[in-house]
């Protein structure tokens, strides 16, 4: 079982930035991912960003340039660095942890940008 903790999620107005960070606790394996996906209301969950344990990235062609994934090296503790918001970056975050064919969700945190 692994449990995931959230943070730094808020009301910005556009242009503005937020750090959301994520740690991952119980049962890790390496290697893993960890990423960031998130979910206006009534649409589905997308993916934001994802880091794997040796530091590859990938993210969405909505968010490039925008926002920056990272992790502390050696740990479970993710970073999502994000910059120049839009209305449009409106939703749910939620970090997600994947290993070994197992994957675990956190709760979400609210990021609410305004016009």
């Known amino acids: 079982q692994v449990q995931l903790v959230e943070s730094g999620g808020g009301l910005v107005q556009a242009g503005g930035s937020l750090r959301l960070s994520c740690a991952a606790s119980g049962s890790t394996f390496t290697p893993n991912t960890m990423g960031w996906y998130r979910q206006a209301p009534g649409k589905q969950r997308d993916l934001v960003a994802t880091i794997s344990s040796g530091g590859g990235t990938n993210y969405a062609d909505s968010v490039k340039g925008r926002f920056a994934i990272s992790r502390d090296s050696g740990t479970n503790i993710v970073y999502l660095q994000m910059n120049s918001l839009k209305p449009e970056d409106t939703a749910v975050y939620y970090c997600?942890?994947?290993?070994?064919?197992?994957?675990?969700w956190g709760r979400g945190t609210q990021v609410t940008v305004s016009s």
């Open positions: 997600k942890y994947a290993s070994s064919g197992r994957t675990s």
